[in-house]
């Protein structure tokens, strides 16, 4: 015995909401979930709606439940779960300024860190935490300035010998 699958209404408001999220949103979950939402409003059935997103029939459920349950908020992720910042945002002031006042590598920070702020990270967090800040990591390298000692005149001659002469203007 089948069921009669129960289209989703929607109000006028909502689906023009739900559109503009499914084309602008910035997180592509969020912006799935808004065209899962619309076509489960244009009448389409679960399974149907499941393989043209290529997601399973339970995800398409638990989305249209979610938005019967909570509106809109029910469509943004839930924050996660995760480790704690190794560079707390006390230090990283530190850090900012001691980037501005002179230019340091980033193994010369995480030792200055270490000494003054007793804070034991990695390069790669002391790089990564400055990039984000909006700091730019360059290498160095040598000058390939030409020695000015020698004038322009003093230009090595041709070899004669082995130079073609050049055609004239009235040949």
């Known amino acids: 015995m089948s069921r009669k699958p129960r289209p989703l209404v929607l109000s006028e408001a909502d689906c023009q ?3 503009h999220a499914a084309e602008r949103h910035d997180n592509w979950r969020t912006r799935q979930r808004c065209r899962t939402l619309l076509m489960l409003h244009s009448g389409k059935p679960i399974n149907t709606v499941a393989a043209e ?3 399973e029939r339970d995800t398409v459920a638990a989305h249209r ?11 943004v992720d839930a924050p996660r779960s995760g480790a704690p ?9 530190v850090l900012c300024e001691w980037a501005r006042a002179e230019a340091l590598t980033a193994p010369q920070l995480r030792e200055k860190l ?20 909006g700091f730019v990591w360059k290498r160095t390298r ?6 000015e000692t020698s004038p322009l005149l003093a230009v090595p001659t041709q070899n004669l ?3 073609k002469p050049k055609p004239s203007a009235e040949s």
């Open 17 to 19: 909401q739900l559109a």
């Open 161 to 163: 010998k082995n130079s």
């Open 114 to 133: 270490q000494q003054h702020c007793g804070l034991v990270v990695s390069n790669w967090v002391v790089q990564s935490s400055l990039l984000r800040e």
């Open 65 to 75: 439940d979610a938005w019967l349950k909570n509106g809109f908020a029910g469509l």
């Open 85 to 93: 910042r190794k560079f707390p945002a006390e230090h990283l002031a």
């Open 142 to 147: 040598h000058s390939l300035k030409k020695n």
């Open 53 to 55: 997103q290529g997601i």
